[in-house]
């Protein structure tokens, strides 16, 4: 396959997943479905990094721009062109690793809920993993169902983020044989 091709791909594969991400990262504001809660501020800690927004959103999407700029017609003899990609393919790897780090992290935390009557994080310093344990869920009183409102959105942005670090990693690896290599121009027939 042409380098060319191949960035366009990968381009056009990320696309959809910097839509994902930034939809979770902005759905996580609204646990429950309420703009209340994040206009009281009792929402989760992590969700205020941004992960999906900044890093898997944004870092992602100018990579992924450029990456299928660097695959249009006549440009995959670029070089210089397939250089740059490589550099913009690891601001994307640096992107998705924020938002996986980040959702990590939400994870790892669980949510910022109403526990026995006051605004806190339950499960962040408790011994034994949450995630196995749902009759602990109940705990969170408020908003309801927050626990698998956050499982299952920081869960998504793992995922996302896990495919955007692969397709930038192996866009930086088509971009090295695209700067080392040349151009794969189609010779004219006599």
């Known amino acids: 396959m042409c380098t060319g091709k191949c960035s366009r791909c990968i381009a056009y594969t990320l696309y959809p997943l910097v839509l994902t991400s930034i939809i979770c990262n902005i759905v996580l504001f609204f646990p429950g479905g309420d703009i209340k809660y994040a206009k009281d501020g009792h929402i989760t800690e992590e969700v205020k990094y941004m992960g999906g927004l900044v890093g898997g959103g944004l870092l992602v999407l100018i990579p992924a721009l450029y990456i299928g700029l660097t695959g249009e017609e006549g440009c995959c003899g670029n070089r210089f062109g ?53 009759k602990s869920w109940g705990d969170c009183t408020e908003p309801k169902n927050v626990v698998q409102f956050n499982v299952g959105l920081f869960m998504t942005l793992m995922v996302v983020s896990c495919l955007q670090v692969i397709l930038c990693a192996i866009q930086m690896i088509n971009g090295l044989f695209g700067c080392l290599c040349g151009a794969c121009i189609k010779k004219e027939e006599p």
């Open 82 to 134: 397939m250089l740059l990609s490589i550099v913009f393919a690891a601001v994307g790897v640096a992107g998705g690793l924020y938002s996986f780090v980040v959702a990590a992290l939400g994870l790892s935390n669980g949510p910022f809920c109403k526990a026995g009557g006051d605004w806190t994080t339950p499960f962040k310093n408790s011994t034994s993993s949450y995630l196995n344990d749902y």
